[in-house]
């Protein structure tokens, strides 16, 4: 009879807990503190967070498929850390310098 009672409310608390959960871990040493949005959404590679008068999305990057026609692969993470960073885009290809250049301001992203 217990039975019947306790796996019920051990599933409720599990599922609460990870419903309010506010914290995206990103990687061992990154994670992200989100307010609560009105809406979740995720496919196999994105998921967006919907909020009243602004969105957030977090992708997944594809090295091989990121940019048609050019394989990113062992340049990915510094590719991307170059739409933020400055200073890593002299380590970058000129090709991926300007690509990054580019992406950055495609994306808006503040100097």
């Known amino acids: 009879m217990k039975r019947i ?3 019920p409310l051990l599933a409720l608390c599990l ?4 419903c309010m959960a506010g914290n995206l871990v990103l990687s061992q ?4 503190d989100y307010p609560e949005p ?3 959404s995720h496919t196999s590679t994105t998921l ?3 909020y009243e008068d602004w969105t957030m999305s977090h992708e997944i990057v594809d090295a091989e498929t990121f940019y048609p026609g050019i394989d990113l692969s062992g340049d990915a993470e510094q590719f991307i850390r ?3 960073t400055e200073d890593v885009r002299p380590s970058l290809s000129p090709e991926l310098r ?8 495609a994306f808006d992203i503040p100097d």
């Open 5 to 7: 009672f306790i796996v």
């Open 15 to 18: 599922f609460a807990t990870g």
């Open 29 to 32: 040493d990154l994670a992200l």
């Open 38 to 40: 009105e809406l979740i």
């Open 48 to 50: 967006i967070f919907k």
């Open 82 to 84: 170059a739409f933020f």
């Open 98 to 105: 300007d690509m990054a250049i580019k992406q950055r301001e």
